[in-house]
C-alpha cells in the first residue's frame, strides 16, 4: 500500500454531466498518472502529472482534463461525460525505485 | 507506433511452471514491466528488465530479448492464487507505462 486513495469508489451518471474523479496520496511523491482500463484494450494511460500544475497527455486525453494544484491530488474531470467513457479508473503513483508504480483501488464510473 | 501482444489466456495446473510472452513494437523504451491484476483488484507490480537477460524475484522470472523484441514472464511452482491477469508493459520517458492486453491465467488444480 503506497497510500493511494480514490474517491468515489463507485459512480453512475448521466450522459453530458461533468464528473471529477480524486485521486489522493499521502507520501509525496512527484509522478501521478490516471489510467482507464476496458475489456480488450488492459490499461491505457489518460494524462499524468510531474509535479504542481505539470501535466500532460496520455495516450487517450481526448474529452478528459486534469488538475494538480497539490502535491497529494491529481483530479481527472470529465467534461461532459459520454457512454464511451464507461470504465474503470485506476490512478497511481511512482515509488522510489522508478520503474515501479502502484495503483489505487480504482474507480467504476458507469455512464447512462 | 508502439505496441504491446499477449496471448489473451493461458491455462495451467497447481506446480506447474508456465510462460507468458509478449512481443513488442516501439522506437526506444527503458524497460519492461510486468504487473499482475486478480479480478475486481488493482494492478500490482512483479518485476521489470531495464537490460536484456533474466530477472529472478522469487517464483517469478521475466526476460526481455531487446534484439529480439520479446520478453517472458515464468511463473515457477504455480498456485491457485496465482490466477489472474498479466500485464507487460513499457517504461517510457516521465516513467508512463503503455500496457499490452494483458493474458489471463487460470490455474487448475
Known amino acids: 500500500d503506497a497510500g493511494i486513495t480514490q474517491s468515489p469508489r463507485h459512480k453512475v451518471t448521466e450522459t453530458g454531466t461533468p464528473v471529477t474523479l480524486r485521486c489522493h496520496q499521502t507520501?509525496?511523491?512527484?509522478?501521478m498518472y490516471w489510467y482507464r482500463q476496458d475489456p480488450g484494450h488492459g490499461l491505457r494511460l489518460i494524462h499524468y502529472s510531474y509535479g504542481v500544475k505539470d501535466t500532460d497527455k496520455g495516450e487517450v486525453s481526448d474529452g478528459y482534463s486534469v488538475s494538480r494544484s497539490k502535491t497529494e491530488d491529481f483530479l481527472l474531470t470529465l467534461e461532459s461525460a459520454t457512454s464511451s467513457q464507461t470504465s474503470v479508473y485506476f490512478c497511481?503513483?511512482?515509488?522510489?525505485?522508478?520503474?515501479?508504480?502502484?495503483f489505487g483501488p480504482g474507480t467504476r464510473l458507469l455512464v447512462l | 507506433g508502439q505496441s504491446l501482444e499477449q496471448p489473451s489466456e493461458v491455462t495451467a495446473v497447481e506446480g506447474a511452471i508456465v510462460q507468458i510472452n509478449c512481443t513488442y513494437q516501439?522506437?526506444?523504451?527503458?524497460?519492461l514491466s510486468w504487473y499482475q491484476q486478480h479480478d475486481g483488484g488493482a494492478p500490482t507490480f512483479l518485476s521489470y528488465n531495464a537490460l536484456d537477460g533474466l530477472e529472478e524475484t522469487g517464483r517469478f522470472s521475466s526476460f526481455l530479448s531487446r534484439s529480439d523484441s520479446y520478453g517472458y514472464l515464468l511463473l515457477q511452482e504455480l498456485q491457485m492464487k496465482d490466477s489472474a491477469s498479466y500485464f507487460c508493459a513499457f517504461r517510457l520517458v516521465a516513467d508512463k507505462l503503455i500496457f499490452g492486453t494483458g493474458t489471463r491465467l487460470q490455474v487448475f488444480p
Open positions: 497511481a503513483i511512482n515509488s522510489g525505485a522508478q520503474e515501479t508504480q502502484y
Open positions: 516501439t522506437s526506444g523504451f527503458y524497460g
Open positions: 507520501e509525496n511523491h512527484r509522478y
